[in-house]
């Protein structure tokens, strides 16, 4: 329905619109062709007073608003939490909320009128189009980006949180929550029969039930010190002696929050959950406990206190839980890192001290190693063991020392295998007698790789120069690390090699395209992450580390403190950290996945990002290329 | 042919085009006051005239834009001047701006009031004093294409207040003072196209509150008018 009346119209209509858009930046500074495109796209809506024209619980927001008259508040997402930030009033040409347009998701919080307003939109489809055609306004666009490389952690935590949302949790009902049958017998079971079948079976409590099922009492192990063991009870008596009968239960349609309320209301810690009459099993602290989040230290505690190797097993499956949830809490990628690593470095120690008492190390001064990832508090999730040991044989020969040693490395290196840290593939590992070496041993070893005799060999040792202490005398290590120091600063050729390794991988930057990726297999349209992503900035913070005789081995803080040496200005070593993490953080979400595979945990599609990814993405590597120029121009390759 | 034209009355002649454009218009579907308010499409119309007296004026143009669930949609306006046999008087031209060489080379009465037909689609058209803006343009249709649109007419003259109550003594409240209370700004007033898109935005307000207040279908709206212009008789 195209006539000249039309076309008149919507060009007369279009000018209106322009006239006012031509009043509000960034319109006024829009290019004519633009600005003429956007008038001729919008329609004009009206919301009433107390309208929420934009809510988080929406999907990405339909158009973009341009306020024409009235008034739209938002309050600033966190405010609600007791945060100071004042609710923020938009009035006439305004617009609305682009940064959720330009990451297409919801938006943070609500943008109610506040008074009858009109609003102009832009349809969200035509909003890329509107972007492709106007630097001006893409520069606006982009002005939101320094915010939101903040702003992105908290995308990443609404994302997180509204799959692993814990109130979605606790609204499970307690039915689902049951994995296995109760534990019960009547009431007229001995005591000691009772408690043998409670330890046979690992539970922590005893239900007494009726022939029909009905719950009549409950022992938990708690109840038995005071009740049987320190009352010195006759075990021979019946256990309706000593339980608590009557115990409070609830049905099985009840929530888990129900249960945690009546946890925290009551003080106990078993629930008997009943189908009608019957008990049908139990839900204890611990079982909700586990559908919140698990904290740190809840882990750690549950680390120190094994005595197994199968207790760490599930504190490593919690460890990586507590990932999980950590990033969906929008944890930095420096934090998170950092908290995993420490986690790690505690159930290592743990697993050494367990296996530890295994083998007679007596005499023996040694020290356990980290490379790589670890050795620079880097972990991610999916992390292959890469370690050593270094020692003071003392009056032994180190030989001697070694065969003492080794079995013990073997040990732990298996047993940290089933706590999900796969062998190394390239038997870079403790119990390679290759590298349980002593500290004479380990200089030497570092002084060959420095002379380099071999290039490909130190090439393919770069990962040893991020050693650092894990467990057992860091003395040693330390003194390593300080030999190693010196030979480092000394060794120009030796830093031109690395220079040159640190250069061998190029940011993926396309000159036509945003990105460079994979151009077929089944990679196909992928960047990986690991190789040409973070492995530019750790191989470039590894040299210039070495190089100034910076002992630490953390990517960040190597190119914090050579930086500082380097006079490089403290903005520019931000930026470059914060691209790294930005990496590190794509790194990480793409290992949560559920289809990660060892394969692909590392690769990210960036089609498949939201804008804003894709850009802090583009940004990032040209924080690496700039980091790459600075070794390419100090070493004149 | 003028003894044909005498047997069926003074029935216009149109081309073949006009004939299968009225033709097609007739063919639409009329808009039943059951429809829902959400989704249904109304046509807000003003129209520029060469004096105020609906029975000898004459139609200059006509203006209007399109409502559809509430929304303006900015795209699709409609503006429309009817060639007219001589230029309106001066003082007429100063108060709409369309001067006398626009006038005299405007379109062809009848395709332009086919092509408001197309337009309009016998959705509801509203305008404020829409029963002026109604009698001239079926007046003119009528000469010019022998019928009038088959739309329902809504004036939001009686709407607006029906849904917001003006102080009880006060006489009405004229277009410029609606406008006023919502703060919707006119561009260009006594221009058609314009006055229509600030009545569509003061449609948009009163049909937010029509729909608040449970309005739901046309003919909720028509049974509001007619409320409202029974209230102002009696008063």
Known sequence: MSSPANDSAAAALAATTLKFLRQYPPFEQMEEQAAQFLAASLDLCYFPKGTVILAPDQSTPPALHIIQRGTVQVVPFGAEHGGDAEPLSLGPGESFSVSALLEQRAVMAPYTATADTFCYELAAEKFPELLNRSPVFREFATRYLASMLRESRRLIKLNFTSTTGEQQAMSRTLRSLITRAPVTCPPERPIGEALRSMQESKVGSMLIAGSDGRPLGILTRHDVLDRVALAQHDLTRPISDVMTPDPLTLPAEDSAYDAALLIADRGIRHIPVCDGNRVIGVVTERDLFALQRISVRAINRTISAAQTIDELCSAAKDIHKLARSMLGQGVAAEQLTLIISTLNDALVRQVLTIEGEEFDLDGLRWCWLAFGSEGRYEQTISTDQDNGLIFDAGDEQPDAARERLIPFALAVNRALDRCGFPLCQGNIMGSNPQWCLSLAEWRRQFESWIANTNPQALLNAVIFFDFRAVHGEEALARKLRSDLSQLAQDGKQFQRQLAGYALESRPPLGIISDFVTESDGKFRGTIDLKKNGARLFTDAARLLALATGVAHTNTAERLRQAGASLQIPDKEIESITEAFFFLQTLRLRSQMEPEATAENANRVDPAQLNEVDRRILKESFRQARKLQSRVALDYQL | ?235
């Open chain 2, 1 to 235: 042919m003028s003894w044909l034209r005498r047997l069926f009355g003074h029935k216009p002649e149109l081309n073949a085009a006009q004939t299968a454009a009225l033709a097609a218009y007739r063919e639409l579907p009329e808009i039943a006051d059951t429809v829902p308010l959400a989704g249904l499409r109304f046509v807000v119309a003003d129209v520029e005239t060469t004096g105020l007296n609906p029975m000898s004026d004459k139609l200059i143009s006509i203006g209007a834009v399109m409502v559809e669930n509430g929304i303006i949609r900015l795209g699709s306006g409609f503006q429309t001047v009817l060639r007219q046999p001589r230029a309106s008087a001066s003082a007429n031209i100063l108060i709409h701006g369309i001067d006398g060489t626009t006038q005299c080379t405007g379109t062809d009465p009848a395709t332009a009031l086919l092509e408001f037909f197309a337009y309009s689609a016998k959705a509801p058209i509203v305008g404020f004093h829409s029963g002026f803006d109604r009698v001239m343009i079926e007046r003119a249709a009528n000469t010019a294409l022998g019928c009038t649109p088959s739309s329902t007419w809504l004036d939001l003259d009686y709407l607006a207040p029906a849904l917001f109550a003006p102080p009880k003594t006060a006489a009405p409240l004229g277009l410029d003072q609606w406008l006023q209370r919502f703060g919707i700004e006119n561009q260009a007033r006594h221009n058609a196209l314009a006055d229509a898109l600030a009545t569509a935005q003061l449609l948009q307000v009163v049909l937010a509150q029509a729909t608040a207040g449970g309005a739901s279908t046309l003919a909720d709206l028509t049974r509001l008018e007619q409320d409202q212009r029974w209230l102002r008789q009696i008063a």
